[in-house]
């Protein structure tokens, strides 16, 4: 015992204080963006000589994601029709580029989805679940743009632009969101991440 | 449309005239997602949501600023060719990325406290 009659701590010392700087909560997170902008980086620079190698394959996939587009407009209209990448509602066509199959937030999603600290087999499950929710917001946001197209027309330009861009972060937030939210978080190991 | 006149109009005074603007501008809408996410966080007082979506509106036109500069480059050495792709498609998918970071970076607490899962275990109680 000590001269003030004490008991000791069971650790031995006293708790270390957190600080702004060694908070170790605050590190991890820094840890978090630093190797999340790292694999953004890493797959951003790799991405262009993927897609001129895979360029057959990038193709097919826009044709297919056209024809899922399609599909779906069918079941409410049956003016509808697909031509390879090209997409045609009600005499109003659009073509499905690589920006529209969802393969740039899919690229963002994985570089979240690698960096937060997550067992592989939680990652594995955001990679089986998350993927196909990006590509379907996607896919609703081509009928969307599609529709606005043929019933208001002079606002189609603006939406394509300004909604396009202002809605991929949200789509690819929300699915990371849901994925710590209803998977990660029920790990210790994420909980020692939090703590 | 919105930041057309504006920045074109910011960029004749400034001397540039042969920008890779048009190929950015779509790209500055980043800004939305950001104000979305910064509104929609909950448990924030006003005071410190207001400061900090300052402070990152103010970093995403900085980046934006940069983003247009180096475009502009990369545009006037390669034109639209393959080889310009390369090097503006990172730089694209950073600024589209870049709402989510800094999200994160300024709003941590509330994320991490958002995030937090009680448990009754006492082995995982929090240290403090």
Known sequence: MGKSGRAPNRRGK???ASSGTTDPRKRRLIRFVITFLGILIVGAILYPYLSIALDEELRGFMAVTAGVCGGLLDVVSSDVSVSDRFLTFHGFSVEIIEECTGIFE????LAALMSYPASWR?????????????????????????AVGVYYHNFFEFMHLYFWQATLILMITS??????LLVVSREKKTTAFLA | MLF???????????????????LVLEHFTNLIPFIALTVSLPGI?????????????AVLAVVH?????AVSAVYNTYALSPTAYKYMFPL???????????????????????????????AVEPTL
Do not use: C, H
Request: glycine share 6%; net charge positive; hydrophobic share 60%.
């Open chain 1, 175 to 180: 699915v990371w969101v849901m994925w710590i």
């Open chain 1, 122 to 146: 939680s990652r594995a499950v955001g990679f089986a679940l998350g993927l196909p929710a990006l590509y379907l917001f996607n896919v609703l946001r081509i009928i969307f743009l599609t």
């Open chain 2, 65 to 69: 600023f940069i983003l247009i500069v």
């Open chain 1, 106 to 109: 899919m690229l963002i999603f």
């Open chain 2, 4 to 22: 057309r006149a504006p920045a074109q109009f910011a960029f004749r005074q400034l001397g540039i005239y042969k920008s890779g603007l048009m």
């Open chain 1, 14 to 16: 006293a708790p270390e």
């Open chain 2, 92 to 122: 694209l998918t950073v600024n589209d990325a870049l709402p989510l970071v800094l999200w994160f970076l300024l709003f941590s607490e509330e994320i991490i406290a958002m995030f937090r899962v009680k448990k009754r275990d006492a």
């Open chain 2, 45 to 57: 007082r006003l005071k410190r949501r207001l400061v900090r979506l300052g402070l990152g509106l």
